[in-house]
């Protein structure tokens, strides 16, 4: 089966759930400039998996993916910055952690598969 859609990717799937996640965890703190950095940080993810998608050739796709790797990463960064902050409990950015590894070890399988 070939995909067809950015959307049927469950990489892309899953970086839409962390954002949405980041979004509802962070809407109502008044660091502006923590939550605006987190919050595109986390749409990036989705939206580079997106446009490496239509891209001409893998080798594009692929660089795309390593841009959504590093804006996951940016993101897990800025979560155990919050912690600190006290922006957020243990619990939930442990959660929100967890939900970033497992972005980066599908976005991983995902670009090792296309070598």
Known sequence: MTI????DLRVW???QDLAVQVYNT????NDFGFRDQITRASISVSNNIAE???RSSNADFKRFLYFALGSNSEVRSMLY???RLEYTDKDK?????DCTNEVSKMLYAFIKSMK
């Open 26 to 29: 962070f809407n109502r703190i």
């Open 81 to 83: 910055l919050s912690r």
């Open 4 to 7: 067809q859609r950015f959307e």
């Open 13 to 15: 799937q899953k970086a």
């Open 93 to 97: 950015s442990e959660k929100l952690i």
């Open 52 to 54: 490496g998608f239509n």
